[in-house]
């Protein structure tokens, strides 16, 4: 996802990294508490999940947190299915569907609204891949976790990014294991799927 950290509209930037829309520009609103997901970041999740998912062709994706939909057009650039952008502040709406139009994006659609009550309104075991990039102070991380558990499909997997790294404990409570993990800067970042029985 994203986060939130200035109050104007910026000329910030972020790019996609690879994919048919590869360099392509994605504009970062000044929403407080807007933060993308870095390059490299970005750049370590997409080798997961081309290790682990090599055909992102069958994949139907969720950015729950969208944000400047930096993970969600990444996922799509690289061939998803579909991708569904969840965002609630109107500048941040206002810039992924400027973003989906200019790249005649039809795989994304962006919906307006709260991530968890979008997220309780859609049909279980959903989603293939779902990204949650919660505001990292906003004490959403469990609940969203918990959501994201009812929309994955089988075999599915939850990318989560965070301030803090789960544990194996924190992970199991939510009937989840880490696969993997990895730290930069301030964020860390884990790959997530379902305990297996």
Do not use: C
Request: charged share 20%; no cysteine; hydrophobic share 45%.
């Amino acid at each position: 996802m994203t986060k939130r950290q200035g109050s104007h509209v910026g000329t910030h930037r972020v790019r996609i990294i690879g994919g048919q829309w590869k360099r392509s520009q994605l504009p970062v609103p000044e929403v407080s508490g807007l933060r993308p997901s870095p390059d490299r970041v970005r750049e370590t999740l997409f080798n997961w999940l081309n290790h682990l998912q090599p055909d992102l062709s069958r994949l139907h994706g969720l950015d729950l947190f969208a944000g400047t939909g930096a993970l969600g057009f990444e996922l799509a650039s690289r061939g998803a299915r579909s991708v569904l952008l969840v965002e609630a502040d109107p500048r941040a709406l206002e810039a992924l569907r400027a973003t989906r139009a200019r790249l005649s994006a039809q795989a994304v659609d962006v919906r307006a609204g709260d991530a968890l009550a979008v997220a309780g309104a859609l049909p279980a075991a959903s989603f293939d891949v779902i990204f949650l990039d919660p505001p990292f102070d906003a004490g959403l991380q469990e609940a969203a976790l918990r959501a994201a558990v009812r929309l994955l499909a089988a075999g599915g997997l939850i990318y989560l990014e965070a301030s803090v790294a789960l544990t194996v404990t924190e992970a199991a409570r939510t009937g989840l294991e880490i696969v993997r993990s990895s730290r930069a800067g301030r964020v860390s970042s884990q790959l997530l799927r379902r305990l297996s029985a």
